[in-house]
């Protein structure tokens, strides 16, 4: 993820790489059923949202170039605790209140982190 911590265009680029991912992942498990195809999109959903959340709370901080690293550091540590309450929050609606399909959610979800690992580096080529 540092990699687009410094480069707005990066951030987009990466963060559409990820969408576009499970958005085909989604639409190829329609092709079994609709609540498999509804359960991918929830799975990527649990992997992208968070992404977004964690780039707004670097812009965010970004805007104020003369903090101190302390203060960078702590927009950091927040940015990644709010990223991993989203997650469990939104696979625990899914899973539990919209009683999705764990292997198409499970599956869209490592797609779209293994995604997240790799698109740095294909994007930076």
């Known amino acids: 993820m540092p990699v687009i ?3 707005r265009k990066l951030d987009c ?3 559409s ?5 499970f958005v085909i ?3 190829a498990f329609c092709a079994n059923s609709i609540e498999w195809g509804a359960s991918a999109f929830a799975g990527g959903l649990a992997c992208w949202l968070p992404n977004i959340v964690f780039m707004l ?3 965010l901080q970004k805007a104020k170039e003369e ?3 302390v ?4 927009y950091f540590a927040l940015g990644a605790g709010l990223k991993v309450v989203t997650t469990i929050a939104v696979l625990v609606i899914a899973l539990g209140v919209f009683k999705a399909a764990f292997t198409p959610l499970g599956l869209t979800y490592l797609a ?10 294909v994007i930076k080529r």
């Open 71 to 74: 203060r960078i550091a702590w």
């Open 5 to 7: 911590l410094y480069n």
């Open 112 to 121: 779209v982190l293994i995604v997240q690992i790799v698109a740095p580096a």
């Open 13 to 15: 680029k990466h963060l």
């Open 17 to 21: 790489f990820q969408l576009i991912t």
């Open 25 to 27: 992942l989604s639409g």
């Open 57 to 59: 709370l670097t812009r």
């Open 67 to 69: 903090d101190e690293p």
